[in-house]
């Protein structure tokens, strides 16, 4: 987390999907470790090494405005299903820090089936 936190700024928002259960607008380092925390609730017990891979790709580069292209991977040992499906980080910078970070899935909406049939229950939080 550590880590995570020093690519930030301070003043950081961090964007997510509404339909995702730990979507919306996070925002400075407290909401950093939030949303790390409420991310790693939901995916956490989903994977494992193998699915940690983001396998990522760099887009092209505007300035201070950087696209990646990733595999979101998951598998729900119980039910033997697995997810693997793009995503896309679209981040903006200043100064060597990502003051904006979005993340774009192909399709939000079969994220957040995955993650409710899987039985995830989420954590009343205020952002």
Known sequence: LE????CYDERVEIHEAEALPYGGVYRGHDGA???A??????W????????????????????????VLFRHRAVDRERGTR?????VGIYET???KIVRSQMFHDDSA?????LEDASWAPSETNR
Do not use: N
Not at 3 to 6: H, P, Q
Not at 53 to 58: A, C, K, S, V
């Open 3 to 6: 880590a995570v936190l020093d």
């Open 33 to 35: 470790v939030e949303h």
């Open 37 to 42: 925390t409420a991310w790693a609730q939901a």
């Open 44 to 67: 956490g017990p989903l994977q494992t090494p193998e699915e940690y891979r983001l396998d990522p790709i760099i887009l092209e580069s505007e300035g201070d405005t950087l696209g």
């Open 83 to 87: 997810l693997d499906r793009p995503e």
């Open 94 to 96: 200043r100064g060597g």
């Open 110 to 114: 079969a994220v957040a089936r995955f």
